[in-house]
């Protein structure tokens, strides 16, 4: 049946070029943009998905930042203290040189009292962005990476360890007797003294706090303990923790003769007993909180009597913490070139979820560029037969 007021075939044609110019614009914006989702309406679930890991690529680029600080920074304190330690063994070729009975140990001292200003200057100028790393006792921290877990983000620092080269003699914060008359009772200087062949001597160790450096030496050898800050936690004795521990390494040292013993009701005291078969040369001495790792320069002369073997500790210790800034240094490389492929491998995962496929978009216009001008043909036709029904009429 033909109708003049209804075209069926007028409105399927009108509906299907409809659909056609739809995905002939969807296309058209692809091509354009670049992207198959570029708004929540063209596919919600993805492009929120899209959403949060480029909030995530923002965040590691403000990381890559941090990384990039943090590396100057320890590079800076590394390379102070490689020149610190140059100095230091300049020093020491001054206190060999007083080793000569002709030496002329006042001007040694002269030249050795110019290094150590310059170390001094060194010290408080290795600074980046105002966090000197060498010139006190507290470290920093350095964001390395975000880590999400679900919708929850958390920030990951890197811990930087400070080292800290000062010539500061530090606060008094402990104290240490001998029953034989060996007092220290002054923060970085050491009691010293001798413990007879077949004899005992009791060191009492009070007032240890968490940085406390507790150094014994006997004869020619040294046993350290730095107290922690789990030590000196609350409800934990540090004295008790540093002189059991002091007590295991002269035990463990293999010394004939020598053992050590802790007594139990004596809170902090360390008894040696010497059964060497030769009198022993004692030392105590306590590295308190904030004392440098070169404290032992403050009044240092090269006619010391352990001018040598301080200066040999101090380079030591000063090689061990270029060695520390350079292991810091080198993670702090390695995460970067991680957080940077971390990065490309997110814009990557982006790209392939809502990056329009261009090749087959280009196929995609060309047939609905086709459909459409087949669309616009067959309206025309459609719209064309209600005027066949005149012929009827005529």
Do not use: H
């Not at 993805?46 to 590396?71: N, R």
């Not at 050795?112 to 600074?127: F, L, N, P, T, Y």
């Not at 492929?341 to 496929?357: C, F, Q, R």
């Amino acid at each position: 049946m033909s109708s003049i007021l209804t075209n069926s075939s007028a409105m399927v044609a009108l509906q299907t070029l409809k659909g056609i110019n739809s995905n002939l614009a969807k296309t058209q914006s692809e091509i354009s943009t670049g992207k198959t989702v570029g708004s929540a309406k063209d596919n919600s679930a993805i492009w929120a998905i899209s959403k949060v890991m480029e909030s995530d690529v923002s965040g590691f680029e403000t990381v890559q930042t941090s990384l990039a600080s943090g590396q100057s920074m320890v590079s800076v304190a590394r390379t102070a203290v490689e020149s610190i330690t140059d100095d230091l063994k300049s020093i020491k070729e001054k206190v060999v040189a007083a080793q000569e009975a002709s030496a002329d140990t006042g001007k040694l001292d002269a030249e050795v009292a110019e290094i150590i200003s310059m170390i001094d200057a060194k010290v408080s100028g290795a600074q980046f962005n105002g966090v000197n790393l060498i010139n006190s006792a507290t470290g920093t921290s350095i964001l390395g990476s975000l880590d999400r877990s679900g919708s929850t983000v958390s920030a990951n620092p890197i811990a930087v360890s400070a080292q800290n080269m000062s010539t500061s003699s530090g606060t008094a914060t402990a104290t240490m007797t001998a029953a034989t008359g060996l007092t220290r009772s002054t923060d970085n200087q050491s009691a010293g003294g001798a413990v007879a062949t077949g004899s005992t001597v009791d060191f009492t160790l009070g007032g240890a706090v968490a940085n406390d450096v507790i150094s014994v030496t006997l004869g020619d050898q040294t046993f350290s303990y730095t107290v922690t800050a789990a030590d000196a936690a609350a409800g934990n004795s540090p004295n008790d923790i540093a002189v059991n521990n002091l007590r295991d390494q002269i035990n463990n040292a293999g010394i004939t003769g020598l053992t050590a013993s802790y007594d139990q009701t004596q809170a902090g005291e360390l008894t040696i007993n010497n059964g060497t078969g030769a009198n022993l040369s004692a030392t105590v001495e306590i590295t308190g909180a904030g004392a440098g790792k070169l404290a032992a320069l403050n009044s240092f002369s090269v006619t010391g009597g352990t001018a040598l073997a301080d200066i040999e500790t101090m380079i030591n210790s000063a090689i061990d913490a270029a060695a520390a800034f350079g292991a810091v240094e080198s993670r702090l490389e390695s995460q970067s070139s991680f957080v940077s492929d971390l990065s490309d491998a997110l814009k990557s995962g982006i790209g392939s979820l809502v990056d329009a496929d261009m090749e087959e978009a280009s196929a995609r216009l060309q047939a609905l560029q086709t459909q459409q001008q087949l669309g616009i043909q067959a309206l025309s036709i459609a719209n064309q037969q209600p005027q066949s029904i005149l012929s009827l009429f005529r």
